[in-house]
DNA sequence: CCAAAAGTGTTGCCGTTACACCCATGT
DNA sequence: ACATGGGTGTAACGGCAACACTTTTGG
C-alpha cells in the first residue's frame, strides 16, 4: 500500500550521460568526486529536491556542469538496487542529454577530475553488458556504482531508437551535411554504414529540408546543407 | 551535487500495469484506494522501502494483489512531476508486469473496488496522448494521478517492442497457438493483421519450436500447439 | 590532370502483401 | 454436406544493398 502517514523516503538523484560524438566516436563526459569518497569515474548528477521535478533537475545539472542549455534530453531508466552506492541507499534515474560536440568542448575542459572519455562497446547491435570507457590514451577508466552498466544500457536504447526518432539530430548543429549524419549514426552502431543507402533512406523519411547552401569544403565538392524541417 | 550529508529524501513507489487480453482486447488491474483519499481508479502499486531493491519490492506488490510469482515484469519509465500526486510528492517507478488472462480472472474478482478495466488507445501506432480506461459496459473510468497518461505511454512501448522482443509470449501459456499470438498483437496493436504474413514472419523468427500437440478445437481443424525454444 | 569526397543511376535480391486455395474437424 | 477456422502456395510489389558511375572542388 502506499501509505503517506508514514512513509520510508529514500534519496533521488538523476545521473545524466552528456553524449556527443567526436571524430566518429562517441564521447561521454565523466567527472571525477571533488572528495575521492567513491573511487572510480562517474556521470554528473544531482540530488532530487523536494521542490523540482525530474526534468528539472536535469535541466540544472546540465547547466551546472556544461554551460548548455538547450540540449535536447530523455529519460532513460532508473536503477535501485540497494547496494548500487557504497554510501547508502539511493534510487537513481538515468538520462541521456546529446549535445554537438563543439558545445561541450568549449565549456568542458580535460582535466584530472573532468573529461570526455571514449566510450566503447564490444557487443554489436542490441546485446547486453556494460560499456567499456576509455581515456584518450585508449588506457581504460574504472568507474563508480553501476555507471558502466548504466551506459550499456545507453547504448542499446540508442541504437534501438536510431532510426524512428530524431535522436541523432540532437548530436548535429541546426545545419548539417548529410555526411555528418552518417558519422553520428555510424559512431552510434559501431559498423559504417553504406552511403548510397544511407542517404535514400534518411531523405525518405521526409525530415530533412535542403537549404541550397553549401558547407565549406577542402579539396573535394562542397555537400549541400539540410535542416530538419519542423513539423509541429 | 550529491550530497549524501543531508539528502533531501523523497517516497519512491512502483506503480505496475498488470496487462493482459481478454477476448481480443487489452485490459489491466486497477484498484479503488480503500479510504477514498484520492478519488479515481489507479494501478497498483507500493512504497519502495530502504532495505528492497525496485524488482523486489515490484514481486512484492503483484503477488500481494494478484497472487501471481512468475509474471514477466519490466519497468517502463519514471514519473516524477512534483504535483502528480496530490497528496505529497511521490516519484513513481512505473512497471508493466504480463499474465495470460485466467492466472488474473482466477485471483481477482471484479468488484467496487478492483477490476480488470479495458484499455483503449483512440490513436493509432505511436502517437502522443493519455489511455481511455473503460468498466465492463463501455463506462469511461476517471483515473487518479497521472495514470492514463502512464498507460499511454505503456501501450506506445508495447507497440514498439512488439516484433523485436518476446513481451507478447508474457500474455500467453507456455504452449500455444500461432493464432493465439496473433489475438495478441492485435489487441496491443488495435488494428487487424493478415494470417498468412502473421504466420510466417512468426516463424521465421526462429523462436518457436512445434510440438506435435494439437489444442482441443470447435467445430474446425485443431491449431498445433507452439512453444517458445529457450536459448540460453 | 589528379585526388578526394559529394552525389546519382541501375540492377538484382529478398521480404512482405494480397489473394486464392486446401485441410481437418464438429454438427 | 457444409460451416468454421487452421494452414499453405503463388505471384506482384516495394524496399534495400551493392556497385559503378558522374560531379565539383583544391592543389
New interface residues.
Given amino acids: 500500500?502506499?501509505?503517506?502517514s508514514s512513509?520510508?523516503?529514500?534519496?533521488?538523484?538523476v545521473d545524466l550521460a552528456i553524449l556527443t560524438v567526436i571524430d566518429g566516436a562517441m564521447r561521454v563526459l565523466l567527472l571525477r568526486r571533488p572528495d575521492d569518497d567513491v573511487p572510480g569515474w562517474a556521470m554528473p548528477?544531482?540530488?532530487?529536491?523536494?521542490?523540482?521535478?525530474?526534468d528539472e533537475t536535469v535541466q540544472q545539472v546540465l547547466v551546472a556542469k556544461t554551460g548548455v542549455r538547450d540540449a535536447h534530453f530523455e529519460?532513460l531508466?532508473?536503477y535501485?538496487?540497494?547496494n548500487r552506492d557504497p554510501?547508502?541507499?539511493?534510487?537513481s534515474?538515468a538520462y541521456l542529454a546529446l549535445c554537438p560536440h563543439d558545445r561541450l568542448e568549449g565549456a568542458v575542459a580535460a582535466g584530472a577530475d573532468q573529461m570526455l572519455a571514449h566510450l566503447h562497446t564490444t557487443w554489436p547491435g542490441e546485446q547486453g553488458g556494460p560499456a567499456r570507457l576509455t581515456d584518450a590514451a585508449g588506457q581504460p577508466l574504472s568507474m563508480a556504482f553501476d555507471h558502466a552498466d548504466i551506459l550499456g544500457d545507453l547504448v542499446r536504447r540508442l541504437r534501438g531508437k536510431l532510426d524512428y526518432s530524431l535522436i541523432a539530430f540532437g548530436l548535429l548543429h541546426r545545419r548539417f551535411t548529410l555526411r555528418d549524419v552518417q558519422t553520428v549514426h555510424e559512431a552510434i552502431l559501431g559498423h559504417p554504414l553504406a552511403k548510397p543507402a544511407f542517404r535514400r533512406k534518411l531523405l525518405s523519411r521526409g525530415l530533412l529540408k535542403a537549404t541550397g547552401d553549401y558547407a565549406p569544403a577542402g579539396a573535394h565538392r562542397p555537400a549541400e546543407l539540410y535542416e530538419l524541417l519542423e513539423e509541429k
Fill in positions: 500500500m502506499r501509505s503517506i512513509p520510508t523516503r529514500l534519496t533521488v538523484a548528477g544531482g540530488v532530487v529536491d523536494a521542490e523540482r521535478g525530474l529519460q531508466a532508473t535501485g538496487a540497494v554510501r547508502g541507499r539511493v534510487i534515474v
